[in-house]
């Protein structure tokens, strides 16, 4: 009796200690938890496959799923799962009953809820790794009859060598049949873009604005295309010389003229170049040429400037070393034509007689007025010498617009 008590406690005991795994009508049932990783030998993460689309207000199916690669180092219970993103997840559990490498296909679940892009951290064991599922692409057309443009709506001033700002713009009707992400733009033409990108969130009617860039090269009436995939259409935008934009002074008893692009840079405003941490220089730069702004005949270039401290009313004179003076002015006129040697007239400090003056600024209209006078060397490559000639500038002038 002794001796069969003796093997029952035994037989416990190996069950207990030694037995990962029972037997229950034949079937083998694991006990424990799988071990492995999602790392290959580097460290890396393993691929991550995506399958199906992910389209905001649909509820995933069986076509959405995503395949990863795990490394198993010690077989058992599993449960491979991400995080819950724009209202949707993926998971897989089970029993393995062999090491390596393999493939688990986690299953989609939920609702999608936002047409945005859903980044998703996979866990397995003690590692993660991460996969993007990416915006959808918006389904969308011009809000008009089949084949027909829509009322295209343009807005703002087109000057010849004015740059565009944000006032220069196409109101375009859209109708989105299925929400994501967008982009719209036009071809570049006489020297303009109109574009536009962003994401619908929902389905339905939008005014898109186009916002314009660059700078109109001609005047007269421009046709610029624009092409959403499903209708083909044009709108016109007529620019014109704006010859309250000139320039214009003496030289050498000839008298040079011309037209200003608008100028970049600020005034009072709280824009700046920077020069130099902790410098900055606060001021614009213009410039312009012939009377139909042409460049290549002769140009012009105008700078005024100051550090730390924003422009105003004031006189302004040449400084090349912006860190010693208040008040700096920077111009220079080339004139000639192509193929031919260009001659340049160029402020220097080592001429401190000249003076730009900046007479007023409309903060309204950005309009800038100035003068300018005084002595400039005369040179052909910028190389100047003591030997170069300084002659005298004089009736200089000049009214353009801050690009803003």
Same mark, same amino acid.
């Given at each position: 009796?002794?001796?069969?008590?003796?093997?029952?406690?035994?037989?416990?005991?190996?069950?207990?200690?030694?037995?990962?795994?029972?037997?229950?009508?034949?079937?083998?049932?694991?006990?424990?938890?799988?071990?492995?990783?999602?790392?290959?030998?580097?460290?890396?993460?393993?691929?991550?496959?995506?399958?199906?689309?992910?389209?905001?207000?649909? +509820?995933? %199916?069986? /076509?959405?799923?995503? *395949? #990863?690669?795990?490394?198993? $180092?010690?077989?058992?219970?599993? !449960?491979?799962?991400?995080?819950?993103?724009?209202?949707?997840?993926?998971?897989?559990?089970?029993?393995?009953?062999?090491?390596?490498?393999?493939?688990?296909?986690?299953?989609?679940?939920?609702?999608?809820?936002?047409?945005?892009?859903?980044?998703?951290?996979?866990?397995?064991?003690?590692?993660?790794?991460?996969?993007?599922?990416?915006?959808?692409?918006?389904?969308?057309?011009?809000?008009?009859?089949?084949?027909?443009?829509?009322?295209?709506?343009?807005?703002?001033?087109?000057?010849?060598?004015?740059?565009?700002?944000? +006032?220069? %713009?196409? /109101?375009?009707?859209? *109708? #989105?049949?299925?929400?994501? $992400?967008?982009?719209?733009?036009? !071809?570049?033409?006489?020297?303009?873009?109109?574009?536009?990108?962003?994401?619908?969130?929902?389905?339905?009617?939008?005014?898109?604005?186009?916002?314009?860039?660059?700078?109109?090269?001609?005047?007269?009436?421009?046709?610029?295309?624009?092409?959403?995939?499903?209708?083909?259409?044009?709108?016109?935008?007529?620019?014109?010389?704006?010859?309250?934009?000139?320039?214009?002074?003496?030289?050498?008893?000839?008298?040079?003229?011309?037209?200003?692009?608008?100028?970049?840079?600020?005034?009072?405003?709280?824009?700046?170049?920077?020069?130099?941490?902790? /410098?900055?220089?606060?001021?614009?730069?213009?410039?312009?040429?012939?009377?139909?702004?042409?460049?290549?005949?002769?140009?012009?270039?105008?700078?005024?400037?100051?550090?730390?401290?924003?422009?105003?009313?004031?006189?302004?004179?040449?400084?090349?070393?912006?860190?010693?003076?208040?008040?700096?002015?920077?111009?220079?006129?080339?004139?000639?034509?192509?193929?031919?040697?260009?001659?340049?007239?160029?402020?220097?400090?080592?001429?401190?007689?000249?003076?730009?003056?900046?007479?007023?600024?409309?903060?309204?209209?950005?309009?800038?007025?100035?003068?300018?006078?005084?002595?400039?060397?005369?040179?052909?490559?910028?190389?100047?010498?003591?030997?170069?000639?300084?002659?005298?500038?004089?009736?200089?002038?000049?009214?353009?617009?801050?690009?803003?």
């Amino acid at each position: 009796m002794q001796s069969r008590l003796i093997f029952v406690i035994i037989s416990f005991s190996c069950i207990v200690a030694c037995g990962k795994s029972y037997s229950y009508e034949g079937a083998i049932v694991m006990s424990f938890l799988a071990k492995g990783t999602l790392l290959d030998s580097s460290g890396n993460c393993q691929q991550i496959i995506v399958n199906g689309n992910y389209l905001k207000d649909t +509820s995933l %199916s069986s /076509n959405n799923y995503v *395949t #990863v690669q795990a490394n198993i $180092t010690s077989i058992g219970k599993y !449960s491979i799962y991400t995080d819950t993103v724009n209202g949707y997840w993926f998971s897989d559990s089970g029993t393995i009953s062999s090491t390596g490498r393999q493939n688990f296909k986690l299953k989609g679940y939920g609702k999608v809820t936002t047409p945005l892009a859903a980044t998703f951290i996979v866990h397995f064991d003690t590692s993660i790794c991460s996969f993007t599922i990416p915006n959808n692409k918006a389904l969308f057309y011009f809000n008009a009859l089949s084949g027909n443009c829509p009322n295209l709506i343009v807005n703002g001033k087109y000057r010849v060598g004015a740059n565009l700002n944000i +006032s220069d %713009s196409i /109101n375009v009707p859209i *109708t #989105v049949k299925l929400p994501g $992400t967008y982009s719209i733009e036009t !071809s570049l033409v006489n020297g303009m873009i109109f574009s536009s990108k962003g994401i619908f969130m929902n389905a339905g009617n939008y005014t898109v604005t186009l916002e314009g860039t660059g700078r109109p090269m001609t005047a007269g009436v421009t046709q610029v295309p624009i092409n959403d995939g499903n209708t083909f259409c044009s709108f016109s935008i007529n620019t014109v010389l704006d010859t309250t934009m000139y320039w214009k002074c003496t030289a050498e008893g000839i008298n040079y003229e011309g037209l200003l692009d608008s100028a970049y840079g600020s005034l009072p405003d709280t824009g700046y170049f920077k020069i130099g941490n902790p /410098n900055r220089i606060y001021g614009f730069v213009t410039g312009g040429g012939d009377k139909n702004n042409d460049q290549s005949i002769y140009n012009i270039g105008i700078s005024l400037n100051r550090i730390n401290s924003p422009i105003i009313e004031s006189n302004y004179y040449p400084c090349m070393n912006l860190g010693t003076c208040d008040f700096g002015t920077y111009i220079s006129l080339v004139y000639g034509s192509s193929g031919q040697l260009f001659n340049i007239y160029v402020t220097s400090n080592n001429l401190n007689d000249f003076t730009a003056k900046l007479i007023s600024y409309d903060p309204v209209s950005k309009l800038v007025r100035g003068t300018f006078s005084g002595s400039m060397y005369k040179t052909i490559n910028l190389n100047i010498q003591s030997s170069t000639p300084i002659v005298k500038i004089t009736n200089g002038e000049f009214k353009t617009y801050l690009a803003h």
